[in-house]
């Protein structure tokens, strides 16, 4: 074999090694550093110690309500949505009330919680599926739930684990998507690969009071512009870059 050839061969063998090994260390790379079981148990822990009563801040006294609130939380605070739900649900008592109302006077009425047109179809279309699909009733499945107009997985979590305690997921709003990539528990932006990955190394009785404890956080200390890490007691086991301390 003449020398030229030779080096050619050579050159391809140790390309074709290179490659896998290129790939392993791009998965690497993908995956958290911080999804250790020893300092997932650590968060835990400090989250049960801060937040041990943590629950969902969006008023309502039925299912049917909490669903309402939740669509009317997109993009709005709970406080708002807590004022306009204060009148709102005595001039709607019923899901019957929403599924047959007047869109006109419907957006009018969610109008301060922004996005009100999209909002009042998908409540409109939401309480009529309830109505004429499933008896009245809000569904207590999540292959239900999803059927329902405007309702995605956060919505659907929320409600299930709120008003029906049921683990089907975690619930993956703007904090719990911020603060799951401060603690290196997920290294996605996208919401449901968020949730899965959160659900794959935060134990299953956890799922509900979880979501609610890392929403409060968000809320109260981590927040997105100015995290208050001096009154954070995550700070040690935290190694974000955004850190203010």
Same mark, same amino acid.
């Given at each position: 074999?003449?020398?030229?050839?030779? %080096? +050619? #061969?050579?050159?391809?063998?140790?390309?074709?090694?290179?490659?896998?090994?290129?790939?392993?260390?791009?998965?690497?790379?993908?995956? !958290?550093?911080?999804?250790?079981?020893?300092?997932?148990?650590? $968060?835990?822990? +400090?989250?049960?110690?801060?937040?041990? $009563?943590?629950?969902?801040?969006?008023?309502? @006294?039925?299912?049917?309500?909490?669903?309402?609130?939740? %669509?009317?939380?997109?993009?709005?605070?709970?406080?708002?949505?807590? @004022?306009?739900?204060?009148?709102?649900?005595?001039?709607?008592?019923?899901?019957?009330?929403? /599924?047959?109302?007047?869109?006109k006077d419907l957006e009018q009425e969610i109008r301060p919680t922004g996005f009100f047109r999209n909002k009042t179809k998908s409540i409109i279309g939401a309480s009529k599926a309830i109505v004429e699909t499933f008896g009245g009733k809000v569904p207590r499945t999540m292959e239900?739930?999803?059927?329902? !107009?405007?309702? =995605?997985?956060?919505?659907?979590?929320?409600?299930?684990?709120? /008003?029906?305690?049921?683990?089907?997921? $975690?619930?993956? *709003?703007?904090?719990?998507?911020?603060? /799951?990539?401060?603690?290196?528990?997920?290294? #996605?932006? *996208?919401?449901?690969?968020?949730?899965? *990955?959160?659900?794959?190394? $935060?134990?299953? *009785?956890?799922?509900?009071?979880?979501?609610?404890?890392?929403?409060?956080?968000?809320?109260?200390?981590?927040? =997105?512009?100015?995290? +208050?890490?001096?009154?954070?007691?995550?700070?040690?086991?935290?190694?974000?870059?955004?850190?203010?301390?």
């Open positions: 074999m003449a020398p030229k050839t030779k %080096i +050619k #061969n050579a050159r391809a063998a140790r390309a074709k090694q290179s490659k896998p090994a290129k790939k392993s260390l791009a998965a690497k790379r993908v995956r !958290p550093a911080g999804i250790d079981p020893k300092r997932v148990q650590a $968060i835990l822990a +400090k989250l049960d110690e801060a937040y041990p $009563i943590a629950s969902c801040e969006l008023k309502h @006294e039925n299912p049917f309500q909490l669903l309402i609130s939740t %669509i009317l939380s997109a993009q709005c605070t709970d406080t708002r949505v807590n @004022e306009v739900t204060k009148t709102l649900y005595v001039k709607y008592p019923t899901p019957e009330a929403f /599924a047959y109302a007047t869109p239900e739930l999803l059927t329902l !107009p405007g309702v =995605a997985r956060k919505t659907a979590n929320v409600v299930l684990g709120t /008003a029906y305690g049921i683990s089907s997921g $975690i619930v993956v *709003d703007t904090h719990v998507q911020r603060l /799951a990539k401060r603690l290196d528990l997920s290294r #996605n932006d *996208d919401p449901k690969k968020i949730e899965q *990955d959160l659900m794959q190394v $935060i134990p299953k *009785d956890k799922w509900i009071l979880f979501s609610h404890q890392l929403i409060w956080h968000g809320r109260r200390v981590c927040q =997105a512009r100015k995290p +208050k890490c001096v009154e954070c007691n995550l700070e040690s086991l935290c190694y974000s870059k955004d850190k203010t301390v």
